[in-house]
């Protein structure tokens, strides 16, 4: 149980264009995702907190009209990066927390996206 | 600023050898604290998850806790060069469900 998946596992880019990327709870409900960043070499960073029909919150230093979340159900979420740069190309990591069933404060992780901005 | 440190590594260690991997937090409030394996490329997987001062066992892995010192260890037990990754400890703050996590330590098990 607990599984999360990811679409695209990887995709590249042009400039200046904008990529949304999806992550599921396949076989469980998440009220909660979180979006993280991941550099080469660097740990994980919190970018956002996504709740089930309400609005994101993100962490300091994140541009929310760059990186727009949108959880439209307990087992969708969806992040789009607008108007990419190569600066953001990075390894993008959702996570879900579970709603019940299991314990209910641990994170499982999608396989992530690799995005790359040409 | 809350933060978790670890000793980014590399901790290499013979098969068959027990490795020791540490973490420490700086919020006395944090209640859950996990370990994660993540190997090059790909997103971090559970290993282990902690609430209680202590020992917690899973197979090869014991998981210790020591909330007054704010510090979390992991042990691998029989290390197998399939455990060669990079080991992230992860604190969860007290009701915001976030995890901070730490730089990660790489584990190099050599044949």
């Known amino acids: 149980g607990a599984v999360v998946s990811q679409h695209p596992s990887w995709v590249i880019c042009k400039s200046g264009t904008s990529v949304k990327i999806e992550c599921r709870s396949l076989?469980?409900?998440?009220?909660?995702m979180f979006w993280y960043r991941q550099f080469p070499k660097q740990s994980l960073m919190l970018m956002a907190t996504s709740n089930e029909g309400s609005k994101a919150t993100y962490e300091q230093g994140v541009e929310k009209d760059k990186f727009l979340i949108n959880h439209a159900s307990l087992t969708l979420s969806t992040l789009t990066v607008t108007s990419a740069h190569p600066e953001d190309s990075s390894f993008y990591i959702c996570?879900?927390?579970?709603?019940?069933?299991?314990?209910?404060?641990?994170?499982?992780f999608g396989p992530g996206t690799r995005l790359t901005v040409l | 600023q809350k933060e978790v440190e670890q000793n980014s590594g590399p901790l290499s260690v013979p098969e068959g050898a027990i490795a020791s991997l540490n973490c420490t937090y700086s919020d006395r409030g944090s209640q859950s604290f996990f370990w994660y394996r993540q190997y090059s490329g790909k997103s971090p997987e559970l290993i282990m998850s902690i609430y209680s001062n202590g020992d917690k066992e899973d197979g090869r892995f014991t998981a210790q806790l020591n909330k007054a010192s704010q510090y979390v260890s992991l042990l691998i037990r029989d290390s197998q060069p399939s455990d060669s990754a990079t080991y992230l400890c992860?604190?969860?703050?007290?009701?915001?469900?976030?995890?901070?996590f730490g730089q990660g330590t790489t584990l190099q098990v050599k044949p």
């Open positions: 996570s879900a927390k579970v709603l019940r069933g299991l314990s209910t404060d641990t994170q499982y």
């Open positions: 076989d469980f409900q998440a009220t909660t």
């Open positions: 992860a604190v969860n703050l007290d009701n915001t469900g976030k995890l901070i």
